[in-house]
């Protein structure tokens, strides 16, 4: 299987929901490609323009330039590190059940195909738009997963702000220190985005309707 230690955390959290849902079923979901170097990606593409590289398409790695949920923009292939060092995208192959059966089960863990020709191709995310998982969900539970996201944003006075997203609550914790925090929980909370101080109102849109307790500012989260 292909390594997955720079694919982002939340890919990587709904595929192993994927891989869990699939072995009920009795089927088999595996990688076939996660994280490609630029080097890698150009020389795909330079096959491909050269008809030597029988695939329907190969993504330009000079292309793309969509802007991002966090405020950087799409560079390339989305199996190519991003702006946050991640790549975001994983082809998959399957086995015990069709490309249809596969593709309806990936949605419900937040995985969709998003290049039409190619039914091995997932993203969780694309462009501006983070995908529902429904799936992510504690075994007969009927809750979701406590989940937890962190923001960072610097500000003008040279604080710190960094958000923390629960699942349900968002909570504005000055100065914080990701690596002891992280440290103390285990390493398991994904850092989504670093923000410029110009760049905080477009953090606070998505906070989940809580007032930021530094600006007072309410906004509304789009789940992920």
């Known amino acids: 299987m292909a390594d997955l230690k720079q694919s982002h955390p939340q890919l990587v959290l709904r595929y192993r929901r994927l891989e869990e849902l699939c072995r009920a079923r009795g089927w088999r979901v595996g990688v076939t490609s996660s994280t490609r170097s630029r080097a890698v990606q150009e020389d795909l593409y330079r096959r491909w323009l050269a008809g030597t590289y029988k695939v329907p398409a190969v993504a330009n790695p000079n292309g793309n330039g969509h802007l991002s949920p966090w405020g950087w923009r799409w560079r390339g292939s989305y199996h190519m590190p991003q702006g946050d060092g991640f790549s975001h995208a ?56 406590h989940t937890m996201f962190i923001w960072t944003c610097d500000q003008n006075d040279g604080r710190q702000v960094a958000y923390l997203w629960t699942g349900r609550h968002v909570i504005s914790l000055h100065s ?37 307790p530094h600006t007072k500012a309410i906004g509304t989260w789009g789940h992920a």
Request: with cysteine.
């Open 90 to 145: 994983l082809d998959l192959n399957r086995s015990g059940c069709t490309w249809a059966q596969l593709e309806e089960l990936a949605r419900s863990c937040g995985l969709r195909r998003t290049v039409s020709n190619e039914p091995w191709h997932y993203q969780w995310v694309n462009r501006a738009t983070i995908f529902e998982a429904p799936a992510l969900v504690t075994p007969g539970g009927g809750k979701r997963r």
């Open 176 to 212: 914080l220190d990701l690596i002891a925090w992280n440290a103390t929980v285990g390493g398991h909370i994904p850092h989504l985005g670093h923000l410029p101080e110009s760049s905080h109102n477009l953090l606070l849109s998505r906070l989940a309707g809580h007032p930021d």
